[in-house]
């Protein structure tokens, strides 16, 4: 072969290359971004499952944060993405690509009112209510009304001190069944039962007073640390209807799975659609 041959295969062989080596790189990008997505996709459900379950306002605000910001990136590689699908005019790749951002849009929406859920937690707020400055009260009501009972020699008020007691602690036990509840006709008649035991421990108190038996500042210190520990049952309910965990978990279990299988099978379809269009190419 002459050296004329030999330099005249070596620009057909730059020559093709330049012309194959950006549809390569092209392609190459594009399964890569594809594949970036898919695993930001799955990074940000992580991190919001971990923003539904976390036991602390500080916490859930960060985990909600971190997902918002893989929705950031995720946006910024569709947006690389359709630029580079634009530049092939695939007809089939385009239609994928579209019904890719179609299911992204859905998924993005039910982020939208789930991280806004998860960062309430009004259901944790409630529990921590009840189980701080609810039982600090009540354990002040009961140790009064026991207080009351000693100073008293009459059987009977004895017996219904001790029922007012009783009755308290019974609407606390009813307060911690309504906080996870996830009906509301079942809150409904848990909030019943609290009124309805609460009446009674009104009625025993108003019988203690009008007995005699005991001093005004016995009879008010009862009363002030029963209206005290009502207060905070009235808190913890407001919260507990709000029920803001129970609905985020409901939503993260049943319409993010879904949202999310939607948009990694548009996504698997895309890469499929690329795949083939490059395999059609060569």
């Not at 602690?169 to 996870?180: D, E, F, T």
């Amino acid at each position: 072969m002459t050296r004329r041959s030999i330099a005249l295969g070596i620009v057909l062989a730059a020559a093709v290359g330049c012309n194959t080596e950006p549809a390569l790189l092209l392609q190459i990008r594009t399964e890569r971004l594809i594949n970036d997505i898919e695993q930001a996709l799955l990074e940000s459900v992580e991190a919001e499952k971990s923003a539904v379950l976390a036991t602390t306002d500080e916490e859930a605000q960060a985990l909600a944060q971190e997902t918002e910001r893989f929705a950031g990136e995720i946006n910024r590689m569709r947006a690389e993405l359709r630029s580079l699908i634009v530049a092939e005019n695939n007809a089939k790749e385009l239609e994928k690509l579209d019904a890719f951002d179609a299911a992204w849009a859905e998924l993005e929406n039910v982020d939208r009112r789930l991280l806004a859920l998860a960062v309430a937690n009004t259901n944790l707020k409630a529990t921590r209510l009840s189980a701080q400055d609810g039982a600090t009260r009540l354990d002040r009501f009961v140790d009064t009304v026991a207080e009351m009972e000693r100073t008293s020699s009459d059987p009977d008020m004895i017996r219904g001190l001790s029922q007012t007691s009783v009755d308290a602690l019974r609407v606390q036990s009813v307060v911690w069944a309504h906080i996870p509840s996830a009906d509301d006709a079942e809150m409904t008649r848990l909030e019943q039962r609290i009124d309805a035991l609460s009446k009674d421990v009104d009625e025993r108190l108003a019988a203690a007073r009008e007995s005699g038996q005991f001093t005004s500042e016995q009879v008010a210190a009862a009363s002030q640390a029963w209206s005290d520990y009502r207060a905070v049952v009235v808190d913890v309910l407001q919260l507990s209807r709000q029920n803001s965990d129970v609905i985020s978990y409901d939503v993260s279990v049943h319409e993010k799975r879904r949202a999310t299988k939607d948009c990694l099978a548009a996504l698997s379809a895309l890469m499929d659609a690329v795949k083939s269009h490059s395999q059609a190419t060569r």
